[in-house]
């Protein structure tokens, strides 16, 4: 046989419907479970009342009340900026400058006005060389010997100096200007150089004229020095607006922000309450009669939906036949809800004790363990929102719990690969819980806080006890989940599986052939579901009961049969209704023995819609036109891998069964050529089996009958 890619399972648009409704709901449900737990218990309380209990930070949250006077005590501290104007103070000192230069082009003015005087005047020819030498302007009278027309001149290049300032200036040498000129211009630098605050100008003054002073004797040359200092300078330090603003800012934010973090207590049970705290309180929405924090439900409530999401594509792309079944989708629905609920209750009490290995074990038994698995993934993360209540959805409590669920719910769920005892279901919360335990030690090695031996044995103990207490539960309400949805639990299996079971009785009395044919068929079944990975204890106990039907009339079927054949009394017709009725009264004993669903599927399904062959072709023989449909028989095909391998069992039993004394070819030949024909038949179109599955089913039969079929040894009086 050719080998073709698994296919998917095709989902009805009714199974769609279903499936789209049952998700929507349930992810409704959690999100309003979740946010239940999250939302913050209110508190009735008021600035300078006691507090009715001791509370908590959510979350990290910042006193902004005290946070507040820190900046603002910050912000009285600093002092207004001031910058030197760049532009007054290069104009300052070039007044200045300007000044002392005027001033000794006045002195040089003088001097050449004396020299030229003195030349006219002499009466005895005298160089200017000489004079010029010789002369001295502090032994001369300048105030008899300057003439108006001088005076007037000497105002307008000292910008009009007053009369005895220009009697100073003529008294002194262009030298001595141009040395005090640079002392006082040193000076004045300094001060500019410092800043000159306009508050501080005329003390600035004051303190030049007194060091200025303190250059000549000679009174009114000290007043020519100061006298630039009290036209020009002025204040070159301005209040720098932008800049004081912005050592403002910078004081406030070199401000540590007062937090609390997050589970640290705000207060205090029995203390009053300061506005401080009861901001805090209020940011953190635990206080009665106030608005709703609509962002904290609207981050849960996409939180919820991108968990739901994700698991939604998963189940589409990997598990569509459990997508396909509704009642299963109901089983993982409610098994989720529950769980919230669970885990938002136990919240309250101590974050540390876990349902969600419960719902992970039921998961595994009831549906599949492919689907426990991604469901495990959910049900930790829902269960780790739940419980942030008190510590912010996104939290160490959070990561502490999504850690054990996922890790304890893979591992318990690997510890079921035979979950038909119900000790495999402690073994496996005994495994989840060893690994809970050593995410705790992880947890308390690799936290931020000191690790407690204490803290260490009271995770561990919850962590334990958690999975422990899950197996217990799982076990406890086995029966329950069996009796609302009949689904086909190991456990059950094994039940129905007994050789007592009255319908099991009343066959091995009432039709033994079936029933010996029903047990080769569960061998059968059996080793081909286990080689293609199916529910092997579903196809065992499917194939007990998939010949129920035949104890409304053993002695039609040829198993039964000891001489005569009651079919040669009867018309093809009413032999073909007898044949194929067995299927509705399997399914009435089913219903009436409260069969599982999963085996009254196999009941219904074990013959797909074919026909009875042998009467409808005696029929023909007996007749020219006959109505095919009346011997058809009125189950469907098969829509699940069990289903499919228990029908395979039933043809390749009673073929091999028919043959006289075959061979292991003739056997192998009779399995690939019955498996090929239903497959063209297309019997199989509706389960999930591919080609490579048929070959292993195949040889799984194959190998059943191998050892059957062994040469055996002739005794004496056997050889003929």
Known sequence: MAVRMQKRRTISKRSSAAALLIGVVTTLVVFGLVALSVTPVKYDITVDAVAPATITASKDITDTVTTQALMDEAQAQVAPVYSINGEITQTVKEEVSGFFADVAKAAGYVKQEYIDS????????????????????????????????????????????????????????ETQIANLGTEVETMVNESLSNGIRDEHIETEKEALAIRISALVDEQNTAKLLIYPVDKYIETNMIYDEAA??????????????VTYKQSQTVVVEGEVVTEAQMKVLSDLGVIGGEGTDYKLYIGVLLFILLLFGAYGVYMYQFESETLADTRKLLILATI????????VALARVDSRILPVFFGTMLA???????????????????AGAACSWNSGLISAVML????????????????????GHRTALILSGLAAGAANLVI????????????????????????????????????????????????????????????????LKRLTIEAPGTYHHSILTANLAEAGAEAIGANSLLCRVGAYFHDVGKLDNPMYFKENQKDKNPHDDLPPERSARIITGHLTSGLEYAQKFKLPRDVQKIISQHHGDTHVEYFLYKAKQNAEEVDEAKFKYSGSKPGTKESAVVMLADNVEAAVRSMDDPD???????????????????????????????NTIAKAFYNTYEGVLHERVKYPGQEK
């Open 440 to 503: 705790a030690v992880v947890v308390n090695l690799t936290g931020s806080v000191e690790f407690i031996w204490n803290e260490f044995w009271q995770d561990g103990a919850y962590a334990l006890g958690s999975a422990l207490l899950a197996g217990v539960l799982v076990i406890g309400t086995l029966p329950i989940w069996e009796a609302v949805f009949r689904v086909s639990t190991p456990t059950k299996l094994l039940e129905l599986s007994n050789p007592n079971h009255p319908l």
């Open 336 to 343: 989720t809800v529950l769980v919230t609920a669970m885990a």
């Open 400 to 419: 502490r719990t999504v850690m054990m669920g996922v890790v304890g719910g893979v591992v318990s769920v690997f510890m079921l690969y035979k979950p």
């Open 364 to 382: 595994s038994v009831l549906v599949s363990r492919r689907s426990a698995l991604a469901l495990g993934v959910l049900l930790a993360f829902v």
């Open 664 to 694: 292991k070819e003739q056997v192998k030949e009779m399995i690939n050529g019955l498996i090929k024909k239903r497959y063209n038949e297309g019997q199989l179109d509706e389960c999930p089996l591919n080609r490579r599955d048929l």
């Open 118 to 173: 003195e030349i006219r005047d002499s009466i005895y020819t005298v160089s200017r060389e000489t004079l010029e030498q010789q002369y001295d302007p502090a032994e001369v009278d300048w105030q008899f010997y300057l003439s108006d027309v001088q005076m007037q001149q000497l105002r307008a290049m000292t910008d009009g100096l007053e009369d005895e300032l220009i009697y100073a200036v003529a008294a002194l040498s």
């Open 244 to 257: 004081t603003q912005q050592a403002i800012l910078n004081a406030r934010q070199s401000v540590v922000p």
